[in-house]
């Protein structure tokens, strides 16, 4: 396979005038500019609905859409909103998101949007749900939780409806029908721009990673309507949580809180449910990106109720059963593994029989010679990075780097000083003999950790509200990428045109395991 570059971008990042980046015009005008820069993808975080701290990672579905994404514009080109409600919607200024302001003006549009487009969509819509049939719960669990006030399903006052029992199910959708045709209408909106924008890209010969978090939320359509699936006991709450054990991030680890799965009931039942999810994202990406791939060979487990992921234990996860049964129903996707964090030798040899390729971190990789992830120690089925969505920007990194750290760089990369090592470190990084390159945006902006997008291990403090300011995407800046992927042999020599591909959501699937 061909070398290639690409750039990690969130989406909710893309510069924009209504306070968080869309799926509309900005979106187009990045896939403008990765072509021009010589750019073969664009590597983006969960598309799903934001969850606690508004982590794409934590999220109330596996499979929906963010509805904050929605562009406001096209909606308006549609006949849903009209000119005066897209214009009271801006945001003046760049600054950081503000998502409970985001929320709150986009609630109110979609209803506006769903009041007016309801009637003469349904049939389309219809067409949807019977594509999508994941969208059923997802629209009378948010119209549910909404009803409750907000709450996570373990504390609706219906047991039989926490129970996910038939009958309950078929009568609160009767009850809430308003409000569950409205999660319906959202998400065909969502599935709609997305098909637009995923062809636009296509066109332009720019190909998407997805995301794709190992875990799903407590507090998610997922996990409500078959918890058959996680450790859970008999009220539903988890016996055990996920996170990861005391790390270069955090001496106290990562507790994430997600409930576990129950890897024997999955396996018993042909990993079904992950066929689902799979398939269910096939559709939008072109690769995907396997979120914390060691889990896959084992997970570290943290008693339900603890504090800190200090106390936990390494439990094993389905290995190669699952994997081959993934890679063998998706033989046309291609999957890519998040290797990081403490490796051990089974998450080793699962990588190697798994065939995809590991992950390389250049912040990582200056303590010495025998770092595996300096470039002379990349192997060629790798992705290297200058660093990623929860890793500080190169200047960041630069400034906050421990002495030793900087002056290996300093030797290793044959240059001093802060600009110098940043912009070495991305020579670096393209000429490594790893097959795929990818860079956050904010390293070749040249920007500080006022461009970081997450900090691990924490909540808040501005985690996942970046927002590029308008004008990033300069020719400049463009020809500069171009050049430097040009000259270590990632660069196209013509983009492809990827839309006679056929979409992946669209193609007639096997019957699925479980469902």
Same mark, same amino acid.
């Given at each position: 396979?061909?070398?290639?570059?690409?750039?990690?971008?969130?989406?909710?990042?893309?510069?924009?005038?209504?306070?968080?980046?869309?799926?509309?015009?900005?979106?187009?005008?990045?896939?403008?500019?990765?072509? @021009?820069?010589?750019?073969?993808?664009?590597?983006?975080?969960?598309?799903?609905?934001?969850?606690?701290?508004?982590?794409?990672?934590?999220?109330?579905?596996?499979?929906?859409? &963010?509805?904050?994404?929605?562009?406001?514009?096209?909606?308006?080109?549609?006949?849903?909103?009209?000119?005066?409600?897209?214009?009271?919607?801006?945001?003046?200024?760049?600054?950081?998101?503000?998502?409970?302001?985001?929320?709150?003006?986009?609630?109110?549009?979609?209803?506006?949007?769903?009041?007016?487009?309801?009637?003469?969509?349904?049939?389309?819509?219809?067409?949807?749900?019977?594509?999508?049939?994941?969208?059923?719960?997802?629209?009378?669990?948010?119209?549910?939780?909404?009803?409750?006030?907000?709450?996570?399903?373990?504390?609706?006052?219906?047991?039989?409806?926490?129970?996910?029992?038939?009958?309950?199910?078929?009568?609160?959708?009767?009850?809430?029908?308003?409000?569950?045709?409205?999660?319906?209408?959202?998400?065909?909106?969502?599935?709609?721009?997305?098909?637009?924008?995923?062809?636009?890209?296509?066109?332009?010969?720019?190909?998407?990673?997805?995301?794709?978090?190992?875990?799903?939320?407590?507090?998610?359509?997922?996990?409500?309507?078959?918890?058959?699936?996680?450790?859970?006991?008999?009220?539903?709450?988890?016996?055990?949580?996920?996170?990861?054990?005391?790390?270069?991030?955090?001496? @106290?680890?990562?507790?994430?809180?997600?409930?576990?799965?129950?890897?024997?009931?999955?396996?018993?039942?042909?990993?079904?449910?992950?066929?689902?999810?799979?398939?269910?994202?096939?559709?939008?990406?072109?690769?995907?990106?396997?979120?914390?791939?060691?889990?896959?060979?084992?997970?570290?487990?943290?008693?339900?109720?603890?504090?800190?992921?200090?106390?936990?234990?390494?439990?094993?996860?389905?290995?190669?059963?699952?994997?081959?049964?993934?890679?063998?129903?998706?033989?046309?996707?291609?999957?890519?593994?998040?290797?990081?964090?403490?490796?051990?030798? @089974?998450?080793?040899?699962?990588?190697?029989?798994?065939?995809?390729?590991?992950?390389?971190?250049?912040?990582?990789?200056?303590?010495?010679?025998? &770092?595996?992830?300096?470039?002379? &120690?990349?192997?060629?089925?790798?992705?290297?990075?200058?660093?990623?969505?929860?890793? @500080?920007?190169?200047?960041?990194?630069?400034?906050?780097?421990?002495?030793?750290?900087?002056?290996?760089?300093?030797?290793?990369?044959?240059?001093?000083?802060?600009?110098?090592?940043?912009?070495?470190?991305?020579?670096?990084?393209?000429?490594?003999?790893?097959?795929?390159?990818?860079?956050?945006?904010?390293?070749?902006?040249?920007?500080?950790?006022?461009?970081?997008? &997450?900090?691990?291990?924490?909540?808040?403090?501005?985690?996942?509200?970046?927002?590029?300011?308008?004008?990033?995407?300069?020719?400049?800046?463009?020809?500069?990428?171009?050049?430097?992927?040009?000259?270590?042999?990632?660069?196209?020599?013509?983009?492809?045109?990827?839309?006679?591909?056929?979409?992946?959501?669209?193609?007639?699937?096997?019957?699925?395991?479980?469902?």
């Amino acid at each position: 396979m061909a070398r290639s570059a690409g750039i990690l971008l969130p989406v909710f990042s893309l510069p924009s005038e209504f306070g968080i980046g869309s799926l509309g015009a900005e979106a187009r005008e990045f896939l403008d500019f990765l072509r @021009d820069a010589g750019q073969s993808w664009w590597q983006m975080l969960p598309l799903t609905p934001g969850g606690g701290g508004n982590s794409p990672y934590s999220s109330v579905s596996s499979f929906a859409g &963010n509805p904050l994404l929605l562009d406001l514009p096209l909606l308006r080109e549609d006949g849903l909103l009209t000119a005066a409600e897209v214009e009271n919607a801006r945001v003046p200024g760049h600054a950081a998101i503000d998502y409970g302001a985001v929320l709150a003006s986009r609630e109110r549009l979609l209803r506006a949007a769903f009041r007016r487009g309801w009637v003469q969509d349904e049939p389309r819509v219809a067409a949807f749900r019977a594509r999508c049939p994941w969208v059923e719960d997802y629209a009378l669990y948010l119209a549910a939780k909404g009803h409750f006030g907000g709450k996570c399903w373990l504390d609706w006052p219906d047991e039989a409806l926490r129970d996910h029992a038939a009958e309950a199910v078929e009568a609160w959708r009767e009850k809430l029908s308003e409000d569950v045709n409205f999660h319906l209408y959202v998400q065909y909106l969502f599935d709609r721009q997305w098909a637009a924008l995923k062809a636009y890209a296509g066109k332009r010969g720019v190909r998407i990673i997805g995301d794709l978090p190992i875990y799903v939320s407590l507090d998610s359509a997922d996990v409500w309507s078959e918890r058959q699936f996680f450790r859970l006991d008999e009220k539903g709450y988890p016996v055990e949580v996920a996170g990861v054990p005391p790390d270069y991030f955090s001496e @106290d680890g990562q507790l994430w809180g997600n409930p576990l799965y129950d890897w024997d009931r999955m396996r018993a039942d042909g990993f079904g449910w992950w066929i689902r999810r799979i398939g269910g994202n096939t559709g939008r990406y072109d690769a995907i990106r396997i979120d914390h791939f060691r889990a896959f060979a084992a997970g570290w487990c943290v008693p339900y109720g603890e504090k800190t992921a200090r106390n936990g234990v390494w439990r094993p996860g389905p290995g190669m059963d699952l994997v081959g049964v993934l890679t063998s129903w998706f033989s046309g996707t291609e999957f890519l593994a998040e290797d990081l964090g403490l490796q051990t030798p @089974d998450v080793a040899q699962l990588l190697k029989d798994s065939r995809m390729p590991g992950m390389r971190v250049l912040e990582f990789a200056f303590s010495d010679p025998e &770092n595996a992830y300096l470039p002379h &120690n990349c192997p060629e089925n790798a992705l290297c990075y200058t660093g990623t969505h929860d890793n @500080d920007t190169l200047h960041g990194w630069y400034r906050t780097a421990r002495p030793e750290e900087i002056a290996f760089a300093e030797k290793y990369l044959n240059v001093t000083g802060e600009d110098a090592v940043c912009e070495a470190v991305l020579r670096a990084g393209q000429g490594s003999v790893a097959r795929y390159f990818i860079a956050q945006l904010q390293d070749y902006l040249g920007l500080g950790s006022e461009g970081r997008v &997450n900090v691990p291990g924490t909540v808040g403090d501005g985690n996942w509200s970046f927002r590029l300011p308008e004008g990033a995407f300069t020719e400049e800046l463009a020809e500069r990428i171009r050049a430097l992927t040009a000259l270590y042999g990632r660069c196209p020599e013509e983009p492809e045109d990827l839309t006679a591909a056929p979409e992946a959501d669209t193609i007639a699937m096997e019957p699925v395991p479980g469902k």
